[in-house]
């Protein structure tokens, strides 16, 4: 059972267009990355948020984590081709977790000229 | 960050045999972990290998099938046994280096199995 679920799970759109990917659970997570992948790549880290209700932007990205530490969300501003690939949120539990990373369902942007 | 190298890149191998995939990081690591990941869909983790003792499997994965080997704080190697049609997936190593669980990735390997 996958406990964090993205939407939409795809998305196509044109250069300059804006978008945001959801990423809900119903269970708490002490920090929460995303990642960016692209085709024949392993996923990159992008940024961490750690605080409920903690905003962080890199560029034309803003990322949000919500106030109780559930849900996040990625908004990317007048996005650009170079934005394709699969955008994957991954949560770190609280306690118990082993340093383990809980994945996201998945994302795939495509962006077209 | 850290810089980490998989081997191989990718391979096509027939049903019956097994492939053994290298991981290896530029840096002394305590933890790595194995993923599996179909194209284009979430990754999925198979163990935890932590140098010094036995890997720690996630539900649905077992040492007789998936052997890990961690001889040292820079590298790991995954191997996938008998293997089936099934298995054919992309297979990435991660490295764990701060306090927040932060990972990073090898650039996988793609298996296809015949």
């Known amino acids: 059972t996958q406990l964090l679920e993205q939407s939409p799970q795809f998305l196509s759109i044109q250069e300059g267009e804006n978008l945001t990917v959801y990423c809900n659970s119903s269970s708490v997570f002490s920090s929460l990355q995303w990642y960016r992948q692209e085709p024949g790549e392993g996923p990159v880290l992008l940024v961490t948020?750690?605080?409920?209700?903690e905003v962080k932007k890199l560029k034309r990205l803003t990322f949000q984590f919500g106030d109780a530490r559930k849900d996040s969300s990625l908004h990317i501003t007048a996005a650009q081709p170079g934005d394709t690939g699969l955008y994957l949120c991954a949560g770190a539990k609280v306690t118990g977790g082993g340093n383990k990373l809980t994945f996201g369902t998945g994302t795939q942007l495509k962006v077209e000229l | 960050s850290a810089v980490i190298s998989q081997k191989p890149s990718r391979d096509i191998c027939q049903r019956g045999t097994s492939l053994t995939i290298q991981c290896q990081v530029d840096s002394q690591v305590t933890m790595m972990f194995w993923y599996r990941q179909q194209p284009g869909q979430s990754l999925t983790l198979i163990a935890t290998a932590n140098q010094g003792s036995e890997a720690t499997y996630e539900s649905g994965f077992v040492i007789d099938k998936f052997p890990i080997s961690r001889p040292n704080l820079t590298f790991s190697t995954l191997t996938v046994s008998n293997m089936s049609p099934e298995d054919s997936s992309i297979y990435l190593c991660?490295?764990?280096?701060?306090?927040?669980?932060?990972?990073?990735f090898g650039p996988g390997t793609r298996l296809t199995v015949l």
């Open positions: 948020v750690v605080t409920g209700g």
């Open positions: 991660s490295v764990a280096l701060t306090t927040r669980n932060e990972q990073f």
